[in-house]
């Protein structure tokens, strides 16, 4: 029969290492990086986890008419709080489609003008040389 030992402490030493502790180790950061310099935060795509706004606004603005048909106004008001909180949703996010619509268009006007004056340049240059020849 094999006997068995409580080594629990001697285990404890093999997965754990002394330096975890955060209280004790001042001079290491608690976390693997630094999040606090977010002053050029700006996100790609905002409120780009409701994608059923339409969908949402249609959902809570039939629950507050349900409420309020039950006498329930507070309910209702809660639902219709909600219903606007998704309209905002979705006129944010059609401002930004417009927005970024209209930066799209205005790279490809400045492209395209850029590619016109370079095209000048060169029949300016052609042209220089032809009239240098004769």
Known sequence: MVTFRNNNNVRRNNFRRNDRNFKNNGDRPKFGSNYSNNDSFKRKAPGRNN??????????????????????????ENYLQHADHFTRVLNEQENYKK??????????????????????????????????KI
């Open 51 to 76: 994608h059923n706004a339409p969908k949402l606004i249609e959902k809570y603005n039939d629950l507050a008419r349900e409420a309020s048909s039950n006498g329930d106004k507070i309910l209702s």
């Open 99 to 132: 927005l970024k619509f209209a930066e799209n268009k205005s790279t490809e006007i400045l492209t395209d003008s850029q590619e016109l004056a370079d095209k000048s340049e060169q029949i300016n240059t052609e042209k220089k040389k032809i009239i240098a």
